[in-house]
């Protein structure tokens, strides 16, 4: 039911109280596209949407308004989008995630890539890792949106998130592993293979 308003996906309030600055995390199909409305269950309080189809990050508010196509320029994948009410603007960025620590390949100086699987909406590594600690981090978004690394990470808290919450490290015994992250469209993160 994707046009149906009344089971629209809720987004995440990120403003400051007064601000409307909403999140999502959105599993995107190549000819698949959005709009942001202003009320679950009915198109009368916002229909939010492009500026004749332009896909620039504006947006205007009316039944005119044209859809949101995300993976028409970066294809199938899951996207992390921002929309500011108050500037009728949005963001939006195709989420590539990896792991980062002293116990994987690629240290504290660089993510080690995760493969993304559309189906099951899945990010997943498999291979050696040292003796040491781990994160998950997209830090590709952490510097669209932000222009900070770390914005955008999993850590060890009995809840995960996909946004930073200063949670600490995974610590890693040595040995061959099988790693899944899975994000909810509200940011709640599954991990699995820990």
Do not use: H
């Not at 390949?105 to 890539?113: F, R, S």
């Amino acid at each position: 039911n994707e046009w149906d308003n009344t089971t629209a996906m809720p987004m995440r309030y990120i403003g400051d109280g007064t601000t409307k600055v909403f999140e999502a995390y959105i599993k995107v199909n190549s000819g698949q596209a959005f709009k942001f409305i202003g009320e679950q269950g009915t198109w009368d309080n916002g229909n939010y949407g492009t500026i004749g189809g332009a896909q620039d990050g504006n947006l205007e508010n009316g039944g005119g308004s044209g859809d949101v196509k995300v993976a028409e320029v970066e294809g199938p994948g899951l996207y992390y989008v921002q929309v500011n009410l108050d500037d009728m603007k949005y963001k939006s960025i195709k989420m590539n995630w990896g792991i980062i620590g002293d116990a994987t390949p690629g240290a504290w100086g660089g993510e080690t890539a995760m493969t993304y699987d559309f189906a099951s909406n899945t990010y997943n590594y498999t291979g050696s890792l040292n003796a040491g600690e781990l994160k998950f981090r997209a830090i590709n978004v952490s510097q669209f949106i932000y222009r900070e690394d770390w914005k955008f990470a999993i850590g060890n808290s009995a809840e995960k998130f996909a946004y930073d919450t200063g949670a600490s490290n995974f610590p890693i015994t040595a040995g061959s592993y099988t790693l899944s992250v899975s994000i909810g469209f509200d940011g709640v993160a599954t991990v699995t293979g820990l």
